[in-house]
């Protein structure tokens, strides 16, 4: 219950800063940019008060490099950025992925591209978050559409970080990173907190990247805790070691792949509303969610079966769980705030079963919800 | 043959190398692990990171807990690890295009914290895995793959920019003078801030070949020739010492040390 003891009034980004906080974000290294910067003000006032540490790095790309390097040393740590900064933080991304490193990063979406629009929203960078570093990856990928989700995603994102050893993102937007609103709190003890599984094993027999056969994900060390290893951005065999070796190759790419892929019901999620028998599905995430799931709400108080789908994972997206949803609609909508991104994935899972159309926006605005209604009842 | 605790230090399964037969880059492992005996360092609580290039290689054959980055970003990472964990000893190598070409803002930055970080700059003039590109310490004049009709660029002098950006120790010497090359290092680490040990070696593969130290040895005898003991510099003119090597510590001070400040943060933080 919600008392006044654990209710708060935030703004997302510092909803999502408690949140990292809470999951046992105990480091923070980044760069200023808007619209995503409070998320570093708290944390650099927070942080410390809990032992924690915060730095403001040189730029981006060191922001980036220093949480890699910081949870290399046993921290569970976070950065925040934006479109800009995003961009640069991708080659160290990769490393993260490849050497299978534990970080959260936060993407307070602007519009784009280039310096494009830094005070208004946007939803133009979900492929970048996607297919953005170079080279393989399996993506996990959050997108939050109230402060509450930024609170509680924020707990998740770690814990799937922790889980599976590699980069989570949570892609937000300057609407929801800024915009007010109550947020119940959990108590710690009462959530679930996931730790990175360690090696268990003498040092001298430790192999670094030998993977736990039931999740494909292996133990890790930290730097002084006992156990000496390398860590290498180039493809290795599982003693960390590089390999040109083809079997060695595919054996390790296939496991980043797969470690993600065998848990995909772990990790999907997405929330839905009147999809039962609906002949007009409105698929929309973070902002525009909450545009669109008023739109299908108005519709259906004028008689038209429409149909309500969040994806919460863009990355994995939950497409054979929409494809069932939407067995039968006519029209599949797909408003997002860019040029048509989203709408792409929408059209691969439903295999021309529908209609799928893309109703976009790329002029710094959110959707009305009666616009979305306005294209409802001309497809309806 | 190195003995056996210079081997324990050494990932002997991790060889061959990929370093060039006489190359200058094993002279300075061996002064580093060397260094580490000295000051009794133990294995698990070192950590040696590197970005990108022949040089950066060294963190795979030391037998220590090492973290081979990317190109011109180690210092940004092992900044992450001191700052979460003080207790550690971290030692950053880089050659000189990962340190003052695609690395320069990570480079003075790291200077400016003097977070406790011992910097090892192995500077052989070039870019040599790539197979010989000029690098921003590339001799102007120099031959290189991309400077076919010489190098107009200016050189940066490594030391001087570490001096200018704040770093609290700062050396050089080259692989002629190994046993110096061990002492600057040892000094760095004992120094509680961000020490520089720019170590000038060679690529006789790329540069040399192109610019008449074609052999080893060539290198070796020119540093030996080259090397002016900064007491001595001090009393020569800009033109004498055109073409010459200063060796020796530029800078040795006691400066307050970023993760000693941060703890400080803490404690200010959590009396509220």
Known sequence: MADASNVAFWQGNTALAHGALLAGCNFYGGYPITPSTEIAEVMAEELPRRGGKFIQMEDEIAGMASIIGASIAGAKSLTATSGPGFSLKQENLGLAYIAEVPIVVVNVMRGGPSTGLPTKTAQQDVMQARWGTHGDHATICYSPSSVQECYDLAIKAFNMAERFRQPVLILSDEVVGHMREKVVKKDAAAIEILNRARPTVKPEKFTPYEADPRTGVPPMASFGDGYSWHVTGLTTNDWGFPTNNPPEIEKKMLRLMNKVDRARGDIVEYESESMSGANVVVVAYGSVGRSALRAVRDARKKGIPAGFFRPITLWPFPGEELAKDALGAKVILVPELNCGQMVLEVERVIRGRSEVRGVNLVNGELFKPQEIVKVIEEVA | ?272
Request: charged share 20%.
């Open chain 2, 1 to 272: 043959m190195p003995n056996n605790e210079v081997l324990s230090w050494l990932r002997t399964r991790f060889m061959p190398h990929i370093w060039c037969p006489g190359c200058g880059h094993g002279i300075i492992m061996h002064s580093i692990i060397r260094a580490l005996i000295a000051l009794k360092k133990d294995k698990p609580n070192t950590v040696l990171a590197s970005g990108i290039g022949c040089s950066s290689r060294m963190a795979g054959y030391i037998n220590a807990n090492t973290l081979h980055s990317t190109h011109g970003r180690s210092l940004a990472f092992s900044t992450g690890i001191k700052m979460f964990n003080p207790e550690l000893t971290v030692i950053d190598v880089m050659g000189d295009g990962d340190c003052s070409a695609i690395g320069g803002n990570h480079f003075i930055h790291a200077c400016r914290r003097n977070i406790d970080i011992t910097a090892i700059v192995m500077n052989n003039n070039i870019y040599g895995m790539t197979g010989g590109q000029a690098s921003p310490t590339t001799p102007v004049g120099a031959w290189a793959t991309t400077a076919p009709w010489g190098v107009v660029d200016p050189a940066f002098d490594i030391c001087k920019l570490a001096e200018g950006a704040g770093a609290s120790y700062v050396a050089r010497t080259t692989i002629a003078n190994p046993k110096q090359a061990e002492s600057f290092i040892v000094n760095g680490i004992k120094n509680k801030g961000f020490s520089v040990v720019e170590i000038v070696t060679h690529c006789h593969t790329q540069f040399g070949r192109k610019n008449n130290r074609r052999a080893p040895m060539d290198n070796y005898n020119f540093f030996k020739e080259a090397s002016v003991p900064l007491t001595k510099a001090k009393t020569m003119t800009g033109e004498e010492l055109a073409g010459k090597i200063v060796v020796g510590e530029f800078v040795d001070k006691s400066m307050p040390e970023y993760t000693e400040q941060y703890k400080k943060v803490i404690e200010k933080a959590q009396r509220g």
